[in-house]
């Protein structure tokens, strides 16, 4: 894990980065390009990390549903815990967007999350950044299709 960010439904977020040190040694050609510049590169140890989460997390109460557009955040996620000696609660769920909404509402999802990246400027491949972007085109197909 490099970075995580988080948005909640009520727009409060959340972003962490890890100290390059514990994922350096690991990251593909992909992170090192794309993920790595940007970075405000105030990382802090893994287990701290893991733990600012899983605080986080649980202040949005007991259950969590976690959306992201690739399993691999989800295995990520799951590892950076178990590495540094935590558990996944059982209350936490996750899903994969878009699939986690009806088929019809893909395409909302999906021009959504573009719209977000250019009406904001932010760049994609930035954890916080791809969160909000995440929230808004969830909230923004279940619009669409009200």
Same mark, same amino acid.
């Given at each position: 894990? #490099?970075?995580?960010?988080? #948005?909640?439904?009520?727009?409060?977020?959340?972003?962490?980065?890890?100290?390059?040190?514990?994922?350096?040694?690991?990251?593909?050609?992909? #992170?090192?390009?794309?993920?790595?510049?940007?970075?405000?590169?105030?990382?802090?140890?893994?287990?701290?990390?893991?733990?600012?989460?899983?605080?986080?997390?649980?202040?949005?109460?007991?259950? *969590? %549903?976690?959306?992201?557009?690739?399993?691999?955040?989800?295995?990520?996620?799951?590892?950076?815990?178990?590495? %540094?000696?935590?558990?996944?609660?059982?209350?936490?769920?996750?899903?994969? /967007?878009?699939?986690?909404?009806?088929?019809?509402?893909?395409? *909302?999802?999906?021009?959504?999350?573009?719209?977000?990246?250019?009406?904001?400027?932010?760049?994609?491949?930035?954890?916080?950044?791809?969160?909000? /972007?995440?929230?808004?085109?969830?909230?923004?197909?279940? %619009?669409?299709?009200?």
């Amino acid at each position: 894990m #490099v970075s995580a960010g988080f #948005v909640a439904e009520d727009n409060e977020a959340f972003y962490v980065e890890v100290e390059e040190a514990f994922w350096r040694s690991g990251a593909s050609q992909f #992170v090192l390009d794309h993920v790595k510049p940007l970075l405000s590169n105030q990382g802090m140890p893994a287990s701290e990390v893991a733990s600012k989460i899983i605080d986080w997390l649980n202040s949005k109460g007991p259950e *969590a %549903t976690l959306i992201s557009d690739s399993d691999w955040d989800l295995r990520i996620l799951q590892n950076h815990l178990q590495r %540094t000696g935590y558990q996944w609660p059982d209350l936490w769920h996750w899903e994969m /967007a878009p699939n986690h909404l009806p088929s019809k509402m893909h395409h *909302a999802f999906d021009c959504a999350y573009q719209a977000w990246f250019l009406r904001s400027g932010h760049k994609q491949h930035h954890a916080l950044n791809d969160a909000k /972007a995440l929230r808004d085109a969830h909230l923004g197909a279940i %619009t669409a299709n009200e």
